[in-house]
């Protein structure tokens, strides 16, 4: 079946610009997840869904960065006034919940100039 | 804080030569352990889950296990298509027990 899919694959913006992320989950997947993860780390949580509601968003970084989940599949994250320290790959995970094990996109590869 | 740390950063070796990763982790509460791979410009692909010291999955080449303070991956006899960033991650019962805490990882390549 289709896994997790993240467009665009690749962003590049200016400082200081709106972007928008999108995630779609694996079909019947409840908990959605995003990470960010910069080159040669590890990806670091910013925030997780189950159903339409953020049930964890203690990974935002700050208040330019929201998440939204409108029906309870497809989510976008959303940064506002972009910085160049917002350069990273943004990566979307869904899982069934619980600890079942958690499914990753191949990420959105976002550059700021 | 949940902490993990993986070692080697980086491992190379001849095709067929095993070897282990290391994952040590700091957390008041295990729910689950990962193990993921990760090759260069894609997302992370699931391998195993742990849940408690003893246990040990396999999946062809490849074996994990853990302890109370760590984790252990096993690749026996690698071939150079095992050439990836193998990352573990743990989640916590204390915080919110969804969220995964991940490691640098380790970058092994196999050389034919």
């Known amino acids: 079946g289709a896994g997790v899919s993240q467009t665009p694959s690749n962003k590049v913006t200016e400082k200081g610009k709106y972007v928008e992320l999108r995630c779609d989950p694996i079909?019947?997947?409840?908990?959605l997840y995003w990470y960010r993860q910069s080159l040669g780390q590890g990806p670091e949580f910013l925030i997780y869904f189950q159903g339409t509601g953020a049930a964890d968003d203690s990974g935002l970084p700050n208040d330019r960065f929201f998440a939204v989940r409108p029906e309870g599949s497809v989510s976008t994250l959303k940064i506002q006034r972009t910085e160049r320290g917002d350069s990273a790959v943004y990566l979307c995970?869904?899982?069934?919940?619980?600890?079942?094990?958690?499914?990753f996109g191949d990420g959105t590869r976002l550059s700021i100039l | 804080e949940d902490q993990v740390t993986q070692s080697p950063e980086a491992l190379r070796l001849q095709e067929g030569e095993s070897s282990s990763l290391n994952c040590s982790y700091t957390v008041s509460g295990l729910r689950g352990l990962f193990w993921y791979r990760q090759d260069p410009g894609k997302g992370p692909e699931f391998l195993f889950t742990?849940?408690?010291a003893g246990e040990e999955k396999e999946k062809e080449r490849l074996k994990a296990t853990l302890t109370k303070k760590e984790s252990f991956l096993h690749i026996t006899a690698p071939k150079p298509e095992d050439s990836a960033t193998y990352l573990c991650a743990v989640q916590a019962t204390d915080t919110g027990f969804q969220k995964l805490v991940f490691g640098t990882g380790t970058r092994l390549l196999v050389s034919p």
């Open positions: 742990l849940y408690s």
């Open positions: 079909s019947g997947h409840t908990a």
């Open positions: 995970a869904s899982s069934p919940g619980g600890d079942q094990p958690q499914h």
